[in-house]
Each structure stands twice: as C-alpha cells, then as structure tokens.
C-alpha cells in the first residue's frame, strides 16, 4: 500500500472578498504534508485574494479553512503566520527603513531558519545585511520578502508571483533557490505564477482559476502534455478571431 501523506491545508467552499464584494466562488482546494501546489490564471482571476483569503487578509462569505489542525476562520493573519505559515506577498512588503537583518529577525521564530541559514540560500543578503530595505535591487528585496517568510519557520510557504519583473538571471537564481526550498525546505508550497510553465514545471499539482472559480485541479502533467487544453483553461488563445493585437492602432 501506498501511505497517503498528512493533509495539511483545507478549503472547504471558500467563498471571499472585499466588504460586499465576493471575488472567490466555492473554493475546494487540499494540500498535502510536504507538498507542492501551483495556482495559475489570467490577470485578475483571484490568485492573490486566494493567498490573501488563506492569510486572513480578505472577509470570507463562506466555507471552512483549516490548517493542520486548526479552524483559521476568524484568526487574523499574525496567528496565521504563528501557526506556522509563511507569506511572500505580490509586493513582496518588506520593510522600507529596517536593515535586512532587522527584516530577517522582527518576525523570526525559534527553528531551522535562521537568519545566518536565508544568508546560505541567498549569498547577496549576506552582502547587503547592513543596508535598509529601500536600497535593493527589485531582485534583492524579493530575496528578502522570501527570506523574511522563511525565518517564520513555516509548515507551508505561500508565494504570489515571486518571479513578477526581475531580469532574466536574477529569474533564474529565484528559481534555483525556490528549487531548493522545494527540495530541502521541509515544508509545503503554493506557488501562484503567470509563467505557466514554471509554474507546471514546479508543483506536483495544479490549480486554474477563471473568475474566482475552480476550472481545473489535478497532476501538472496533465496540464503540461496537453498544451490546447491548457489554452482553453487559462483563455490565452481568447476568443476565436479576436485576438489579434496587430491590428489594433
Ligand atoms: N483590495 C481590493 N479591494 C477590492 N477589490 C479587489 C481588491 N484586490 C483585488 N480586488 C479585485 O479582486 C479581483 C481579483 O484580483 P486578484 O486576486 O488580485 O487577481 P490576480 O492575483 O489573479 O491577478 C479583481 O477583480 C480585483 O479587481
Ligand atoms: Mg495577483
């Protein structure tokens, strides 16, 4: 027999937002011990109010959220992060005037990752410990915002589009470095990422939103073999003869 690993994270009909407004539909999503998710969509389908709504950050309308044990409905997102998850916002938030061991050390908890461990997995921080936030590069302060989530010393890491607007060789020492999170980490990652094949290429699983919706769950690989079927999911091919930017202007 196969052993089925722990589950870790739960949404049950998920369904959140901001004040009135509902943006996220009936979320069903599950994540095992250990395990890799890739959550992928056009712009603006709901990737980052999926992270927002797991880290407390969104009013939920409805459904259950449970992590490991814990019902997180009603928790704000500092006891989410103690219970132990790691969040890489879209704009990466670190922290302006704090140096980069002030960031690495204000929301650090007792465990594996230390400050001295985020210097092993990124060499230039180590480089930059005494100069502030807001004098890094793009790519160094993305370094930071993952290096920050993982002196929390989570049991899962949510990262939204770490990869957003970094030049190409800054891209690939992200990915080496996430490669190795995945690897040796010792924790769960959901990873939300407009390069689709990254994305596919990196988590076991996948997940396709389309306006707040579920419209596809299951092995990457199935997304990655069947490339017409992964267009029709994420509607890059648009409409049928309507996409035709040449034309336009
Ligand atoms: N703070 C907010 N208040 C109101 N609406 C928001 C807010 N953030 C995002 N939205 C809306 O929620 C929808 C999903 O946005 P988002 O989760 O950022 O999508 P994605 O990350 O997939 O691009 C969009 O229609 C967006 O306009
Ligand atoms: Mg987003």
Known sequence: MVPTMA???RLEKVSSGY???VVLENIDLKLAESGTLAIIGRNGVGKTTLLATIMGHTRLHGGAIRFGGLDLAGRPGHER??????YVPQEREIFASLTVEENLTVAARPGPWTAERVYELFPRLAQRRRNRGNQLSGGEQQMLSIGRALTVNPKLLLMDE?????????VEQLLAAMER????????????????RIALAFAQRTVVLDRGRVVFDGP?????????????LIG??????QLH?????
């Open 19 to 21: 004040g009135e407004t």
């Open 7 to 9: 589950e870790l994270l």
């Open 220 to 232: 990457s690989g199935e997304l990655a073999g069947d490339p017409e079927r992964l267009a029709k």
């Open 181 to 196: 999170l995945r690897e040796t980490g010792g924790f769960s990652i959901v990873l939300v990422e407009q390069h689709t």
């Open 162 to 170: 770490p990869l957003e607007g970094l030049a190409p060789v800054i």
């Open 81 to 86: 992060a103690v219970a132990g998850i790691g």
């Open 245 to 249: 930017p040449a034309a336009e202007g």
């Open 236 to 241: 890059v091919a648009g409409q049928p003869g």
